[in-house]
């Protein structure tokens, strides 16, 4: 049996900042945040700044939780790479007496 962790890890990549944070499931709360913005003497192309920022962090937050961390969600923001639209459906029961015209 795999035993589900207690926390979600989220890793933010953008233009001008980087974010981690964990967010502990059963409680809805924010675990850990840190930043690292990225000002205008950093090309933001270069992303020699992540793996130090990804070592500091990760250690910090497998001492918070008492566990490692085997996935981390990867949120980029970049407007070159893909627009997608999103559409919400609502399933409708079988049994019920609405009509769809």
Sequence with gaps: MIEEPDFE???????????IFVDDKKNSKNL?????KIDDKINPDDLSYLPKFLD???????????NFIKEITLIIENDKILN???????????NSKIKII
Excluded at 56 to 66: A, P, S, T
Excluded at 84 to 94: E, F, H, L, S
């Design 9 to 19: 890890s989220f890793l933010y990549i953008s233009e001008n900042q980087y974010t």
């Design 56 to 66: 500091e962090n990760i250690y910090r937050i497998e001492k918070l939780v008492g």
């Design 32 to 36: 850990y945040k840190q930043e690292f």
């Design 84 to 94: 997608t639209d999103i559409g919400i459906k609502k399933k409708i029961p079988n």
